[in-house]
């Protein structure tokens, strides 16, 4: 079977680091995203791995290990506005069409 | 960049009424387009995924005469809930594909049904 899992919930402190993990057990693999969701809003992009190794973009950074069906998201440099939804998503390459199996989600609180 | 227009953004309809929901790809063409539900404080369950001009592949416990699915142009797909009931009261977004991408998330629709 499909699965994705996530801590549910997380909390850290304004200006530090945190560091969101997400597991996975799919029938095929293709890709792991990470998005953002606010409440309420729909998620938007964050990060992609399809290779092992480190993929850093700003305060935002995301590993991978395809042979631990492993990744964590890395939040440096925390803001208030970094409070959200986190969702770590696989790209199932079975059919005609690459879909994304989604995780479970952290909703990170980020306090002063 | 892929912009994603999706229509309405919240809806409250009665029981039993049936409601379309809009997803359009603003600049580009979206051969694919996955539309998801969203219940509170859970993650996002993909309930199809549709192909322009063909008929959707319904995930696993989605009923497809209860979400019908039309994507009949490129840029243009609709998700009907027929015959809505409170339990379809969810979070629904689409996400449109050109080619082989994880896609565009459209804005999403807050539907309660009473």
């Known amino acids: 079977g499909q699965n994705i899992d996530q801590p549910t919930e997380m909390t850290a402190t304004e200006g530090a680091i945190v560091q969101i993990n997400c597991t996975y057990q799919?029938?095929?693999?293709?890709?792991l995203f990470w998005y953002q969701q606010h409440a309420g809003e729909a998620p938007t992009f964050l990060s992609y791995n399809v290779l092992d190794g480190l993929e850093e973009k700003g305060r935002f950074s995301s590993f991978l290990s395809r042979s631990k069906g492993y990744s964590y998201l890395l939040l440096k440099e925390l803001q208030m506005k970094d409070s959200a939804s986190y969702l770590c998503a696989v790209r199932d390459e079975g059919g005609a069409t690459n879909k994304l199996i989604f995780g479970t989600g952290t909703l990170l609180a980020v306090q002063p | 960049g892929a912009v994603v227009s999706q229509h309405p953004s919240w809806v409250i309809c009665k029981s039993g009424t049936s409601v379309k929901i809009e997803c359009r790809s603003l600049?580009?063409?979206?051969?694919?387009m996955f539309w998801y539900r969203q219940f509170p404080k859970q993650s996002l369950m993909l309930m199809a995924t549709s192909n322009e001009g063909s008929k959707a592949t319904y995930e696993q416990g989605v009923e497809k005469d209860k979400f019908l699915i039309n994507h009949a142009s490129l840029t243009l797909s609709t998700l009907t809930v027929t015959s809505a009931h409170p339990e379809d009261s969810s979070f629904y977004i689409c996400?449109?594909?050109?080619?082989?991408?994880?896609?565009?998330f459209g804005s999403g629709t807050r539907l309660t049904v009473v």
């Open positions: 799919t029938s095929g693999f293709n890709g």
């Open positions: 996400s449109a594909s050109a080619g082989g991408g994880p896609g565009t």
């Open positions: 600049d580009f063409q979206a051969t694919t």
